[in-house]
């Protein structure tokens, strides 16, 4: 059973934007790096962006750079996924993960094997 929910997706046009949240309980959340990872049928589910659990740093996709930005709020035991300039290609269901860090640690984790945590995914659809 996902710990980890999502929300946010939907339709939007090329163009726009949407803000994804991924909420956690307080354990969970309060003691890891979240990311967010998309995938589309039949394809691997690929890295967008990362933030430590500090929030000090952040790893972002090359594809989603200058458009996509990542924060969390502590007091509310979320992250957001704030998405402008949408494209086609950001066409997705977008999953939310969390991994277990110590907060000194602000090392990038790309793969799917890092995270121990995972939301269902919500689907974001951007029409051209």
């Known amino acids: 059973q996902a710990q980890l929910v999502e929300s946010g997706g939907g339709l939007v046009q090329a163009g726009g934007s949407l803000r994804l949240a991924c909420t956690a309980p307080?354990?969970?959340?309060?003691?890891?790096?979240t990311a967010w990872f998309r995938q589309t049928p039949g394809n691997e589910r690929e890295f967008v962006v990362q933030i430590s659990r500090s929030g000090g740093s952040t790893f972002y996709a090359d594809s989603v750079k200058g458009r996509f930005t990542i924060s969390r709020d502590n007091a509310k035991n979320t992250v957001f996924l704030q998405m402008n300039s949408l494209k086609p290609d950001d066409t997705a269901v977008y999953y939310c993960a969390m991994k277990p860090t110590i907060l000194s640690d602000n090392r990038y984790f790309n793969s799917l094997t890092d995270y121990e945590h995972w939301g269902q995914g919500t689907q974001v659809t951007v029409s051209s």
């Open positions: 307080g354990r969970i959340f309060g003691r890891a790096a």
